[in-house]
């Protein structure tokens, strides 16, 4: 972008610059003194005139008059702040003294001119305002872009929505130098709804707050529009805090909106400007992108498990015995897991896991699935395949590969004599572990053609009994912490 010597840009987009004094002839010479450069020159007689004007219009500089006949040029100065923080305020004065000169640098103006001035002064002062107000929206703008690239980056390679939610709102927050970041979510059977928040609390305070971002992004999504809340008239106050300037972003994808992205100012008393709303559409549609990959994924994993159960049904079909075998095995290892304190990524693979542990099966004869006495030492053999053979029907699917563990390992033995693999203690994969727990269970409390299924009390004695020996004696000592608590009581009316 090119500037000339008195600093207006060329070939970019013109200032306008609203010109303050209660003397109509000062107004008019500097009217004249800027006609000729790349200025939107407005013009107002007095302070109310000026307060219309910067309240309807866009400024981006402003030349006044120090003393006007209803107000004062810092009236003019702090008007303008407020609806437009990045605008650059300039004052005159016909009776310069050090304490005024002081007073208006510190209030936040420019610069200061002094009666009568020459017409170079005035370009060369307007120049250097409108130069700093590009290079300051530059700097903006290329840090939004280093931010925005930051997150993009992240999103190849992040599959939480929670993480990636979580950098918008640390982005929000450092980029727009805001105290809370909040991103709400909109639902066609609760409504509105609180996602994920930075900076909010739990006392009054902040409960208004949140109130306030929710009733913001109610009006942001009725209008579809995005909002700046300026105005000090709705400010909320809660004994020195105060809600300063607020920001509220609609985020959509195929049409539909899916919340909202707001960032408030509770310290920082410098209120938002509408270029930095412009930034902070941009960082909402990176959440509504996130937000609809996640659904997209979700979705997937959706179809995914359907799959799975229904492949676990395949098995289970062939053998009337162990009908709801596998969904009992899950329900009894997620009752251990959370006596582990297993995370909710956990969790969710064990689900998948303990549904395909016995896939395998599907490779074993129903002369021997289904036979009602003790395997021949041949089939006994055969059977013990299945782990093998289950491992190798998922392991070249991505989305399956954390049943891998679950599938292979959960026949193995704490003392070393299981199988496929004969492991033994900790080098027995923990999914491995925990299963064999929850599949011994099921297998003792279940019927089978050749004898009746026993008490869960008995089952939870049989574990402990041979802890230490078949089984890991952590997971054995989960399972009687859940039994003790009534967590495995529900399988077992």
């Known amino acids: 972008m090119v500037t000339d010597l008195a600093g207006s840009t060329r070939l970019g987009r013109m200032n306008n610059v609203l010109v303050v004094d209660d003397e109509p002839n000062v107004v008019a010479v500097v009217q004249e003194m800027l006609s000729s450069e790349n200025y939107n020159i407005i013009t107002a007689y007095s302070l109310a005139e000026a307060k219309s004007i910067i309240r309807r219009q866009n400024i981006n500089l402003v030349l006044t008059d120090l003393l006007l006949g209803d107000g004062s040029g810092i009236d003019v100065l702090q008007e303008a702040h407020q609806f437009h923080p990045d605008s650059q305020v300039i004052l005159m004065t016909g009776r310069p003294t050090i304490q005024n000169a002081v007073e208006v640098i510190k209030r936040g103006a420019y610069d200061y001119l002094v009666k009568p001035f020459a017409l170079e002064t005035v370009k060369m002062t307007l120049g250097r305002a409108a130069e700093k107000i590009r290079l300051e929206q530059e700097n903006i703008k290329l840090r939004e872009l280093m931010s925005f690239y930051q997150i993009s980056e992240a999103m190849g390679s992040i599959i939480e929505l929670d993480q990636l939610l979580n950098l918008i709102l640390k982005t929000a927050i450092k980029e727009y130098e805001s105290d809370v970041a909040a991103i709400f979510y909109t639902d066609e059977e609760i409504g509105l709804y609180l996602k994920s928040s930075i900076g909010l609390g739990d006392d009054e305070f902040y409960r208004m707050l949140t109130d306030h971002c929710y009733e913001i992004s109610l009006q942001s999504i009725s209008s579809s529009s995005a909002l700046v809340i300026n105005d000090p008239d709705i400010d909320f106050t809660w004994w020195e805090r105060s809600i300063k300037s607020t920001m509220c972003q609609p985020f959509q994808a195929k049409g539909k909106i899916l919340g909202t992205l707001v960032v408030v100012r509770t310290q920082n008393t410098h209120p938002f400007s ?9 960082l909402s549609s990176k959440a509504a992108t996130a937000v609809e990959n996640s659904n997209l994924y979700e979705d997937l994993k959706k179809t995914y498990i359907a799959t799975v159960e229904a492949l676990a049904n395949a098995v289970e079909a062939r053998d009337s015995y162990t009908r709801g075998h596998t969904e009992r095995v899950y329900l009894l290892a997620c009752a251990i897991a959370e006596e582990l304190e297993w995370s909710k990524k956990q969790l969710g693979d064990l689900k998948i896991g303990a549904l395909l542990h016995d896939i395998g099966k599907i490779g074993v004869p129903d002369s021997i699935l289904n036979k009602p006495g003790p395997l021949t030492p041949e089939e006994a053999e055969i ?3 299945h782990p093998t053979t289950g491992a190798k029907m998922v392991e070249s699917i991505e989305f399956l590969r954390p049943a891998l563990p679950y ?13 496929p ?21 099921d297998a003792i409390t279940s019927d089978r053609p050749y004898r009746k299924g026993r008490a869960l009390e008995l089952a939870v004695e ?32």
């Open 383 to 385: 059977m013990k395949n």
């Open 274 to 282: 509408h270029g930095q709303l412009a930034g902070l559409s941009l």
């Open 462 to 493: 049989e574990i402990m009994r041979n802890s230490g020996t078949q089984f890991n004696p952590v997971v054995a000592d989960a399972c009687l912490s859940a039994y003790n608590k009534g967590k495995l009581n529900f399988l077992f009316p």
């Open 407 to 419: 599938i292979l390992y959960h026949h193995e033995r704490h003392d070393g004599t299981g199988y």
């Open 421 to 441: 693999l004969g492991l033994a203690g900790e080098s027995i994969p923990l999914p491995g572990r925990l299963l064999a727990v929850g599949d011994t269970m």
